[in-house]
């Protein structure tokens, strides 16, 4: 069972920026493609971005591209993803998710693709 602690959430005025940070466990994280995304009141969940096992491959959602850099450190079991320009409109409740792969270069962008996932964190941007 892999378990991921996200952080670095918090209030931030329009702008802005924050960096997301998405401590897994060490023994299994580094066989993980991982994603981020998120929550918004009343939404439905959705994909912000992904980066595969061997971090070589990432995808952005159409919303967010030129906003994010999803990346991540295997040596620290982490995957991050840094915010920039945040809007009012990216208030959510972020979460990672990891999804156990055999092949390192792949990505996966659906929510049923993960097997874990992470208790979130609170961004809110204020205008």
């Known amino acids: 069972q892999v378990q991921l602690v996200e952080s670095g959430g918090g209030l931030v005025q329009a702008g802005g920026s924050l960096r997301l940070s998405c401590v897994a466990s060490k023994r299994t994280y580094s066989n993980y493609a991982m994603g981020w995304f998120r929550q918004a009141p009343g939404k439905d969940r959705e994909l912000i971005a992904t980066?595969?096992?061997?971090?070589?491959?990432?995808y952005y959602a159409d919303s967010v591209k030129g906003q994010v850099t999803i990346s991540r450190d295997n040596a620290k079991n982490t995957v991050y993803l840094q915010m920039n320009g945040l809007k009012p409109e990216d208030t959510a409740v972020y979460y990672c998710?990891?999804?156990?792969?055999?092949?390192?270069?792949?990505?996966?962008?659906?929510?049923?693709?993960?097997?874990?996932w992470g208790q979130g964190t609170q961004v809110t941007v204020s205008s």
């Open positions: 980066i595969s096992w061997s971090g070589t491959r990432t």
């Open positions: 998710a990891a999804k156990a792969v055999t092949i390192g270069s792949n990505y996966y962008t659906r929510i049923i693709d993960y097997d874990h």
